[in-house]
């Protein structure tokens, strides 16, 4: 089954790419790997919760945002290196939560985004991570991810 095809069993699709809020690009291809920028958990150019995870954002709801970002970040992978089809694995994903003062679940919170490039891309969905509780993200999101994949 196709990536492309996993994605519609799940009851997803593709979203556009985010455009950036500043100066820089969603993607770069180098070589044999794309390297995202950081995507934010935007649907329909609009960005799904704003908040603290563990204060205004709960850990589930952080989890399905972390979802959102992975999404995001493999349109962008797809924008750049000719569709899902073509990446190889994904090598590499960090996590960043935006945490309350007393959150400490920011594993359990990217695990949203690992699971769901684990779902669509099978054993090449599975990578080397890390998840990281920051004070604050751009335009106060919960959650931001960002991702390396080798691609064909």
Request: no cysteine.
């Given at each position: 089954m196709t990536p492309e095809e996993k994605l519609a069993e799940l009851g997803l699709t593709l979203p556009e790419v985010v455009a950036p809020l500043a100066s820089y690009v969603p993607a770069v291809r180098s070589g044999d790997h794309?390297?995202?920028s950081g995507q934010l958990p935007v649907v329909d150019g609009k960005l799904a919760a704003t908040g603290k995870v563990g204060a205004e954002v709960s850990p589930e709801e952080a989890r399905e945002?972390?979802?959102t970002c992975a999404l995001n970040a493999l349109a962008a992978v797809?924008?750049?290196a000719g569709g899902l089809s073509?990446?190889?694995r994904i090598v590499k994903v960090v996590?960043?939560?935006a945490s309350d003062p007393a959150f400490s679940g920011q594993p359990q919170?990217?695990?949203g985004a690992s699971e769901l490039l684990a779902e669509v891309l099978g054993e090449?969905?599975?990578h080397a991570r890390s998840a990281v509780g920051v004070a604050v993200l751009p335009l106060n999101a919960p959650v931001e991810v960002e991702l390396i994949a080798e691609v064909r």
């Open positions: 794309v390297y995202t945002l972390a979802r797809a924008s750049v073509n990446i190889v996590g960043f939560v919170v990217v695990n090449a969905g599975k």
